[in-house]
C-alpha cells in the first residue's frame, strides 16, 4: 500500500468514527423522545390523580431522560447523513485497499514466475555455448597435434645431425626422442627431460631463446647413457667397407638399444 492509500484509509477510518458518533447520536436523540413521550404521558397521568406511584414513575423518566439529553448534547454538530456517508466511503476504501494489495501480491508472483523462465533460458544459452566450446577446443586441440607432429617429424626428417651422427633412421630416432620436442608458439622445442615429466626444462641458449632443433638432439642424445653405441664410428672404411663396420655397430647395440626403439616406436603408434 503507498503513501497516497495509507492517507486515504486514514481520512476513512476518520470518516467511520464520526459516522459511528453520529449513529450513536441519532440512536441517543430517538430513546431521548420515546423517554420524553414516555415522561409525558406519566405526567399526565400524575396530574390525572393517578396516584404517587405514577408521579414516581414521571419523575424517574424525567430524570432518565435529562441524562438522555446530556448524552445527545455531546454529539452537536454532528449531521447524520454525512456521517452515514462518511462510513461508506470508508467501507468503499477498504475494499479498494484489499483488491490492490491482492493486485500487488499476483503482480509479483508473476514477476518471480518471470525471473525462473529468463533463469532457465539464460542457462540453456550458457549449456548451448559450452558445448560449443567444447566442440571448438576438441578441433583447435587436434589441429595443434597435427601440426605438432607434422613440424617436429619434418625436423627429424630433415636433421643432419641424425645422418651425419646416428646410426638410427630419422623415425627410429624420433621413437626415442620424440617425447622431447613439442610445438609451442610456433616454433619446435626441445626438453631436457620428455614433455610433461616432473622437472623438465626447456633447452634454451644463453639469451632465452630455445636451442636449434638439432644442437638440442644432439645435447639429449649424447646424454644418452648408450649413445656410444648409437653415434657412427668416426673411423674411415679401409680394408673393411661401411657396411661391415654398421653391422658391427648394430650388433654391438645390444637388447637394451633395441627395447628402446621398439618402445618408442609403440608411442608413435598409439
Given amino acids: 500500500m503507498d503513501e497516497e492509500e495509507m492517507k486515504a484509509a486514514e481520512e476513512a477510518a476518520k470518516k467511520e468514527a464520526e459516522a459511528a458518533a453520529a449513529a450513536e447520536a441519532e440512536e441517543a436523540a430517538r430513546k431521548a423522545a420515546e423517554e420524553e413521550a414516555e415522561a409525558e404521558a406519566a405526567r399526565k397521568a400524575a396530574e390525572a390523580g393517578n396516584g404517587d406511584d405514577s408521579a414516581a414513575a414521571l419523575v424517574a423518566a424525567q430524570e432518565e431522560l435529562a441524562a438522555l439529553k446530556e448524552q445527545l448534547a455531546s454529539f452537536s454538530g454532528i449531521d447524520p447523513a454525512k456521517a452515514k456517508k462518511a462510513l461508506e466511503d470508508l467501507n468503499a476504501a477498504n475494499k479498494k485497499a484489499r483488491e490492490t494489495e491482492k493486485a500487488e501480491a499476483e503482480r509479483k508472483g508473476e514477476v518471480e514466475r518471470l525471473k525462473a523462465m529468463m533463469a532457465e533460458d539464460n542457462q540453456k544459452v550458457v549449456d548451448e555455448l559450452n558445448t560449443q566450446i567444447g566442440d571448438l577446443k576438441g ?8 601440426i605438432q607432429e607434422m613440424t617436429v617429424g619434418a625436423q627429424f626428417s630433415s636433421s643432419k645431425f641424425i645422418d651425419e651422427q646416428l646410426i638410427l633412421t630419422p623415425s ?12 609451442e608458439d610456433g616454433t619446435v622445442v626441445a626438453y631436457d627431460k620428455p614433455v610433461g615429466s616432473d622437472g623438465a626444462t626447456k633447452l634454451v641458449d644463453r639469451q632465452g631463446k630455445p636451442l636449434a632443433f638439432d644442437v638440442a638432439l644432439e645435447k639429449i642424445v649424447s646424454a644418452d647413457s648408450e649413445f656410444d653405441r648409437l653415434k657412427k664410428s668416426s673411423l674411415k672404411a679401409g680394408a673393411h667397407s661401411k657396411t661391415e663396420d654398421k653391422t658391427v655397430k648394430e650388433k654391438s647395440e645390444g637388447v637394451s ?5 621398439r618402445q618408442g616406436l609403440a608411442n608413435l603408434s598409439k
Wanted: aromatic share 12%; no cysteine.
Fill in 257 to 261: 638399444s633395441l627395447d628402446k626403439i
Fill in 172 to 183: 627410429k630416432t624420433r621413437a626415442l626422442y620424440g617425447s622431447h620436442f613439442s610445438f
Fill in 139 to 146: 578441433k583447435l586441440d587436434g589441429a595443434v597435434k597435427t
